[in-house]
């Protein structure tokens, strides 16, 4: 592939990473009022129906994405929606304690990076320097082991860190909600390197079927939102953070990076990706105003480092 045909769909892969930066602050801000899980649904509902126009107006039939590689549909389509029922569950999960604690479970579902280029080598068929692929997959497990381990820092002086209503917690609790909101988020990394590299290798085809994907994902979350009741207030910020989110991080970024993995430098979106730890736990912390404390932060710098090593583990010329 020549560096001009895939520099459009690399440019959107990294527009896509900068987009998503903003997923988890605006996530959990919104899940506040109308639920994590409503919120979820409704937003993939956004996006899934924008993005289906959009297919549409650009001349692509529901047919032909019926008619892609089977694998991809079904094997990246329950990558994709599965990647959703571990990730809205978490913050779901994160609601009652302080806002801290979703930057640790941001920080767990954004070691796919490093898994995205570690699963690259039996997936893909990348060569890689073996010893340092470890060493960057223990930095990055290290990283997330020191900031899940350190608790929950306290705020900045002024700063709220916990959410409106929600009781004062002195530190990290590993209580059986805390622990099962850390599994899902490691889950839902793990799912999206998966989805991230077989999508590559089962789709080479201009087109992609992440429309149909996004509408799946908002109706398995309905699905779940009839057996996990929860308490929903409509109110104008909360909304105009979902359409946000609808808009922007699902009919714009998903689209976006899946054509960037699928056609764009590969190995280039990689690097760039293995910053979005930083970059959202960054942009979290301002927007939900939480401090993020040097233990969050020494993992989150883990996290990129392992990632980056892992990034130069990678020989493959091709």
């Known amino acids: 592939m020549s560096r001009s045909s895939s520099f459009a769909p690399t440019a959107g892969g990294l527009i896509a990473l900068a987009i998503w930066s903003m997923t988890v602050a605006l996530a959990r801000s919104m899940s506040e009022s109308l639920g994590a899980i409503t919120a979820g649904s409704l937003t993939f509902l956004i996006g899934g129906s924008l993005s289906l126009l959009a297919a549409l107006a650009r001349g692509q039939s529901l047919r032909s994405m019926l008619r892609l590689d089977r694998r991809y549909l079904l094997g990246c389509g329950a990558m994709f929606v599965a990647y959703m029922l571990c990730l809205y569950p978490a913050i779901a999960l994160t609601?009652?304690?302080?806002?801290?604690?979703?930057?640790?479970?941001?920080?767990?579902?954004y070691l796919w990076p490093t898994l995205m280029v570690a699963l690259s080598v039996p997936i893909l068929g990348m060569k890689a320097r073996r010893w340092a692929l470890a060493v960057g997959c223990l930095l990055s497990l290290a990283g997330t082991g020191l900031a899940t381990l350190t608790g929950l820092p306290a705020p900045a002086p002024g700063?709220?860190?916990?959410?409106?209503?929600?009781?004062?917690?002195?530190?990290?609790?590993?209580?059986l909600p805390s622990v099962a909101a850390l599994v899902l988020a490691a889950g839902a990394?793990?799912?999206?390197?998966?989805?991230?590299?077989?999508?590559?290798?089962?789709?080479?085809?201009?087109?992609?079927?992440?429309?149909?994907?996004?509408?799946?994902?908002?109706?398995?979350?309905?699905?779940?939102?009839?057996?996990?009741?929860?308490?929903?207030?409509?109110?104008?910020?909360?909304?105009?953070?979902?359409?946000?989110?609808?808009?922007?991080?699902?009919?714009?970024?998903?689209?976006?990076w899946e054509a960037g993995v699928r056609r764009g430098n590969h190995r280039l979106l990689g690097l760039a990706s293995y910053f979005l730890p930083i970059a959202s736990l960054a942009v979290a912390a301002a927007y939900l105003r939480v401090w993020p404390g040097t233990g969050l932060l020494a993992g989150g710098a883990l996290v990129v480092a392992g990632a980056l090593v892992c990034k130069y583990s990678i020989n493959d010329k091709s």
Request: no cysteine.
């Open 159 to 175: 700063v709220a860190n916990a959410s409106p209503g929600a009781a004062s917690m002195p530190g990290w609790q590993l209580d």
């Open 189 to 256: 990394g793990l799912l999206w390197a998966l989805y991230s590299d077989f999508a590559r290798r089962w789709n080479n085809s201009d087109q992609g079927a992440v429309p149909l994907f996004m509408l799946a994902s908002s109706a398995a979350l309905g699905l779940l939102r009839a057996f996990l009741p929860e308490e929903t207030r409509w109110e104008g910020r909360a909304i105009a953070e979902m359409i946000a989110l609808g808009v922007g991080s699902m009919a714009i970024a998903y689209m976006l």
């Open 95 to 109: 609601i009652r304690r302080p806002r801290a604690v979703v930057l640790v479970v941001g920080l767990l579902n």
